[in-house]
């Protein structure tokens, strides 16, 4: 069966997706915390506990959103409609979590309001990004062009994470004019219609080419969800999943109290509009976007299975190093940001490429294609970790005696330290050593792609 290539001008519109995720996923990743406790005025317990229920709702949908994307059928797709219908709700509901309406002046009125629109939010980003993730399956069934979606997806996810970390503070003192609640609501408002625009041009310029082989109808949910469970190499990547997200979702929510409180960076301007934090988040994201750039020169060299342990153990050394690095040593900071942010580039665009792989693996061993579900789930594992991180984050913060806009203890500079580098630096490393047991080959992996183009050929 002859295969067409995919055009660049797709590779970038599938990009754009993730452009779109990532201008309210990187601004969670690093500022939701410093606003719901220095601005919103949460208690960061009780911010953590909502974390920990929001979250744990948002990741029971996922399975359920996958199993219900792989059985949609349209004249467009599976997948693909999903953007279409859920773009504007999407950019909605991430902005209403910033509106901070002058009637929320009650302290258990603004937690009840947090509560509603973040479980909103969460409900809509499922609903969009689950089919979205989905789509890498079944846009192209050839490996190169799939590793070539997963570099070009996380280009665009970083590039939207590039100028989330950017703009933002500079947007938020310019539009709020000493507001920081004002600013931080219109900003959030500009990045909402641009996530809404790359949603529709993601949806505009994509095409799926791989149709399931079996009606979807005839397996049940509980049916697909146990052939999930028996296909070993998404176990491993599932805890993996899991270890990632905890360890970014838990370092990039006190980066900003590790600037501010430890590190003692003010906000004065150092480099046109940017300030020494600005410009630290924005040149460590450029270095990731390089990274993300080589992941194709890496895997000509090495096979991902090997090239994903590797680097993830480089990078938990690189974050163990931070702990020992004093706040005055600026010029060895950024270089160790810039180092630990290049060797984490390359990383999601090969797990994603990875998930692939156990789809086609499930499809081969099962006869039974859930690309939805795969990705689905995978998004589980990772929403998992987001809900450890993000609720541990509270926990610890308060734990370690930590009061917003306030000259901190040292066992609360301490607790910053330990939750920026010795516990996402120790998940890494976990994380690195189970990748070791993962089961596929790359002989493997090609051998079960061949036969898969050939049952698929003979399926029409």
Partial sequence: MTQTKLS????????????????????????????????????????????????????????LMGAIADRTNTKNGKYRPYLLWFAIPYGLTGWLI???????????????????????????YTAINVPYSAMMGVISADAEDRQELGRFRFLGAFGGGFLIFLTVRPLVEFLGKG?????????????????????????????????????ANA?????????????????????????????VVLRGSVTIHYCEYYLGWGSEKVFLWMDITTLFLSTGTLAFIAGCYMTKLVLSVFTKKFALTALTIINAIGIFIFFIVPPEATTTLFTLNLFCSFVAGPTPAIVWALYTDVADYGEWKYGRRATGLVFSAAQF????????AGSAAGFLLAGYGYIANQEQTDEALLGIRIIFCILPGT??????????????????????????????????
Avoid: H
């Avoid at 959030?188 to 505009?204: A, H, P, T, V």
């Avoid at 089961?439 to 029409?460: N, Y």
């Fill in 8 to 63: 660049t001008g797709e590779k970038i519109g599938y990009g754009l997706g993730d452009t779109a995720s990532n201008l309210y996923f990187k601004f969670f990743e690093v500022f939701l915390v410093y606003y719901y406790t220095d601005i919103f005025g949460l208690n960061p317990a009780a911010m953590g506990t909502m974390f920990l229920v929001a979250n744990l709702w948002d990741a029971i949908n996922d399975p």
């Fill in 179 to 215: 507001d920081e609640g004002l600013g931080f609501q219109l900003t959030m408002g500009i990045f909402g219609i641009l996530s809404i625009l790359c949603f529709y041009i993601c949806y505009k310029t994509t095409k799926e080419r791989i149709t399931a082989q079996t009606d």
């Fill in 381 to 388: 594992a990772q929403k998992m970790g987001i809900t450890i």
């Fill in 219 to 247: 397996v049940t949910i509980l049916q697909d969800l146990s052939f999930l469970v028996k296909n070993r190499p998404w176990v491993i990547m599932f805890i993996a999943g899991i270890l990632t997200l905890t360890n």
């Fill in 427 to 460: 998940l890494a490393l976990a994380n690195g050593l189970l990748l070791l047991f993962y089961p596929l080959s790359q002989k493997q992996t090609e051998e079960i792609q061949a036969e898969l183009a050939v049952t698929r050929a003979s399926q029409g």
């Fill in 98 to 124: 910033f509106a901070n309406f002058e009637f929320l002046t009650d302290p258990s009125l603004k937690l009840i309001y947090a509560y509603a629109t973040f479980i909103l939010f969460k409900m809509v």
